[in-house]
């Protein structure tokens, strides 16, 4: 569970899909945080171990995570922050059994990777979040990470390309 600091801002850096390669642009990116939340497809503990020389890091599991590494990480994950509650979770179509496990809380951003397609999107009043991909680039698509801001409540979230 993130912990809560006294300051009025809480930064939280978003990644997902490194699938065992941390890029040197993502860890900039990353630099300053608060809290890092991986979306899943790690594919080695050695990426949480670099991340978390940045700052605490909450992962869920991603369908390319295999291996006892591996198993101890959750499908999916609820961080609340100054009063807002975020859900983690890798696959987007895993969304409403994660929301049924959880009793249906109040869920007030959601937090995805898997596409490797970036995306900020407000649906229903719920904020949802796809960092898209931080690892090797697939297809055409961009090689990204994102960030959470949380200020009195209000929660924003940007975009960053990481490599042209």
């Given amino acids: 569970m993130l912990s809560t600091r006294t300051s009025p801002v809480h930064r939280i850096g ?19 945080c608060d809290a890092i939340v991986h979306a899943g497809d790690i594919c080695d503990p050695a990426v949480l171990d670099a991340l978390a020389g940045i700052a605490p890091v909450t992962a869920v599991r991603g369908n390319n995570d295999v291996g006892a590494w591996a198993d101890p990480l959750p499908l999916h994950v609820t961080l609340t922050v100054q009063e807002r509650t975020i859900l983690v979770v890798h696959d987007i179509a895993d969304l409403p059994a994660a929301r049924e496990a959880l009793g249906e809380p109040a869920i007030d951003v959601v937090v995805t990777g898997h596409s490797h397609k970036p995306l900020i999107e407000t649906r229903d009043g719920v904020l949802f979040v796809n960092p898209g991909s931080a690892g090797p680039r697939r297809f055409k698509l961009p090689v990204s990470a994102g960030m959470l801001v949380i200020e009195a409540g209000r929660v924003s979230a940007t975009l960053a390309r990481l490599v042209e």
């Fill in 14 to 32: 978003l990644i997902s899909d490194t699938h065992n390669l941390v890029r040197p642009e993502a860890l900039r990116h990353l630099q300053g």
